[in-house]
């Protein structure tokens, strides 16, 4: 049952009743029709039909008492008495009408069957209990602000930040019908702005906040349309593993390839549509506002109309190779901005294989230069000490160390981020991007720290807050709030991205993907690079830059980053892991086995509120990570698939998951909700 916060209030709802209205009168839409003006444009991804196929809305059932409480919520004379016979559904013989206000046979057919008034009274008792849900998982965000103000800049500053920002709403549009949410845009009644809201926020029907990613009334629309990835046949995705079926398939290197939908082909099969294609309108227009940036710049800022020149081209072509070399070639000494925007990253689909259109737009920190002079002299020296201890765990050289050419983080102040870099709640604070081609290949990317996020006075204090309440008093005693000590653990994350194995290494020619599978390989890249930053923080100590109590503060800081993403849960509500909680998970699991970490019953937290919390032993930090590095290392070095899965499976569904405490960590953090970041353009 919904907590009294999330329950619908009739009196402070007066708007939302025409909806309720409207379904009372059994006039409910049978799919989402797209609003007027903003029908998409046709192109090979947009064929789905914008009404779901046939079977593809299911609305889910209404438990026994949600029924009784929804019916004495809209003041109706019904009464589910039992649940005996078929659990979970109502059985006519259980409906009991109450009082003497109302005949039985109103509720029923001829035939003693559950009636049209029944059904359209159930239809309005699951519309509350939707938009119930809808608020609750609202609620589970906080409005957070990013706001960039630009009146008082050049006119060429101004242009710029008017054209990518056009541009990023072509993106968001790409980044739609990449999801499979576009067609559903105009599935909400308009006086349902609750379920708007949500629409707006999470880009798609669908919830994702932890406490009702999992609830079958949670969706925006009120057909409950099912999550269905725009990149793939809907037929194809009813079959259990259809990824793997994939790879099966004669043609199967194209159908992965990460720039392309897979279509279903005449005849039978399956066939690899590019992004210029299937997409094609909106490529163009990205492609002309990417121009018309650039056209913008007469003075200065070279480096960023290469790129923008490059990126426009990449849009109408696929051909990524040009943009990665402009945009590698960009830096805080050449420009005082950042842009990204094309297709990357791959874990908001299926089978992690297909890059997700997105945009992230930044002014340059001038903050960055701090960790960038005493890092970059130490890259190669890093990347030869993992390959050491990679071949000692395996016994023998499995790996060789590379040439590491990656620039050293820039930190970012964020303007504007859309597609797949504007999450429904949090944001990623550290990006090393590209992810394939010749750049990726030969280590020449790019690292990025978002230095504005996070940082509000709401935030800071939530953070705390939770800390407080996992946490034993004398571990919390090297919290702290210093922004040079809080990015260095996400600056290595990113770093160690590009050392080691990476996710462009191949074995045997094969790429991790094609050995792990994408979920697998996915998680287990992530594990790598947040397991390298705190296996350098031991590093950077005996370089003597970091002392002793820093480098405690940034282990600190990484663990309480850990138990905001296993308060989300490891997996999705479709079964699928949840990368970065996964590796917090495994993070914890292993501490608490290498007895770095301990569980206090009995001890109350910092808080004194909360009983039970955990004890951190600094002293083992080090050894713990270096141990779980090298192991992570040498599994991708090998390819070792069987090593991989006990591995993840270990802390995520096995006998270390009981040593995580992920019960206690989600009721406690999840008592606040996460940020949801809004922004702000003035030009």
Not at 26 to 54: F, I, N
Not at 62 to 71: I, S, V
Not at 487 to 504: K, R
Request: hydrophobic share 40%.
């Amino acid at each position: 049952m919904p907590s009294r916060k999330g329950r619908f209030d009739l009196r402070r709802h007066a708007a939302e009743l025409t909806a309720l209205a409207i379904l009372a009168a059994g006039c409910v839409a049978a799919g989402p029709p797209v609003s007027a003006g903003l029908a998409p444009q046709r192109g090979a991804a947009d064929a789905a039909p914008e009404r779901p196929a046939p079977g593809a809305e299911t609305a889910p059932r209404l438990g026994r008492e949600d029924f009784n409480r929804l019916a004495a919520l809209l003041d109706q004379p019904l009464f589910w008495q039992s649940d005996d016979r078929n659990p979970g559904q109502l059985d006519p013989d259980e409906l009991v009408l109450l009082g003497i206000r109302g005949r039985r046979e109103a509720y029923l057919d001829p035939k003693g069957q559950l009636g049209p008034l029944f059904f359209r009274t159930l239809a309005a008792m699951k519309e509350i209990r939707r938009r119930e849900a809808v608020r609750r998982e609202l609620d589970q965000g906080r409005p957070t602000l990013v706001r960039s103000d630009f009146r008082s800049a050049s006119e060429q500053d101004r242009a710029i930040a008017r054209h990518i920002s056009a541009a990023a709403w072509i993106i968001e549009e790409l980044y739609g019908l990449q999801a499979g949410s576009f067609g559903y845009r105009g599935c909400m009644h308009p006086d349902d702005r609750t379920s708007q809201a949500l629409f707006r926020r999470n880009q798609s029907p669908w919830c994702v906040a932890p406490e009702t990613e999992r609830d079958p009334f949670c969706n925006a629309c009120p057909g409950f349309p099912q999550q269905r990835s725009g990149l793939y046949p809907a037929a194809l995705q009813q079959k259990e593993s259809f990824c793997e079926l994939l790879g099966k398939e004669p043609n199967a290197e194209q159908l992965l390839s990460p720039f392309s939908v897979v279509e279903d082909k005449a005849g039978g099969g399956f066939e690899a549509v590019p992004y210029h294609r299937a997409y094609a309108d909106r490529m163009k227009r990205v492609a002309a506002e990417l121009r018309a940036t650039a056209e913008a710049i007469s003075e200065g800022e070279e480096a960023l109309r290469k790129y923008l020149l490059a990126a426009a081209s990449g849009f109408e072509s696929d051909e990524w190779g040009p943009a990665d070399e402009a945009w590698a070639a960009m830096s805080s000494s050449n420009s005082r901005w950042y842009l990204r925007i094309g297709p990357d990253e791959v874990y908001f689909e299926p089978c992690n294989r297909k890059a997700g259109f997105h945009v992230s737009f930044a002014r340059i920190d001038p903050d960055s230069v701090f960790w960038q002079q005493r890092l970059t002299p130490l890259r190669q020296e890093m990347e030869q000490v993992l390959a050491a201890g990679i071949n000692a765990a395996a016994g023998k050289e499995i790996y060789a160390a590379r040439e590491v050419s990656v620039h050293m983080p820039d930190f970012i102040e964020i303007v504007l981020n859309a597609g797949d870099a504007r999450s429904p709640m949090g944001a990623t604070i550290g990006q090393s991007l590209p992810n394939w081609g010749k750049v990726a290949e030969e280590g020449r990317g790019r690292t990025v720290v978002m230095s504005n996020l996070y940082t509000d006075p709401d935030s800071l204090a939530i953070r705390r807050a939770q800390a407080d309440s996992v946490l034993a008093a004398e571990s919390l005693s090297y919290y702290t709030d210093e922004k040079r000590l809080n990015l260095l653990d996400i600056i290595l994350h990113e770093i160690t991205h590009n050392l080691g194995p990476h996710s462009d290494y191949k074995l045997d020619g094969k790429r991790p993907g094609d050995i792990f599978g994408g979920a697998t390989a996915t998680v287990l890249e992530e594990l790598k690079a947040q397991t390298g930053a705190l296996y350098y923080i031991d590093f950077l100590r005996k370089k003597k830059l970091l002392g002793d109590e820093e480098a405690r503060k940034v282990y600190l800081h990484a663990i309480i980053w850990c138990f905001g993403h296993i308060s989300r849960g490891l997996f999705d509500s479709s079964g699928r892991p949840k990368p970065y909680s996964q590796v917090a998970a495994i993070h914890v699991g292993f501490l608490a086995r290498e007895g770095a970490m301990r569980w206090l019953q009995e001890q109350p937290a910092a808080n004194v509120r909360d009983k039970g919390c955990f004890q951190l032993d600094f002293d083992r930090f080090a050894a713990a990570f270096e141990k779980l590095m090298v192991e992570v290392g040498r599994i991708k070095a090998a390819g070792d698939l069987n090593a991989a899965r006990a591995l993840i499976d270990d802390f995520t569904k096995g006998a270390g998951l009981s040593s995580i405490h992920q019960p206690e960590i989600a009721e406690r953090l999840l008592r606040h909700p996460k940020a949801s970041f809004v922004y702000s353009i003035q030009y």
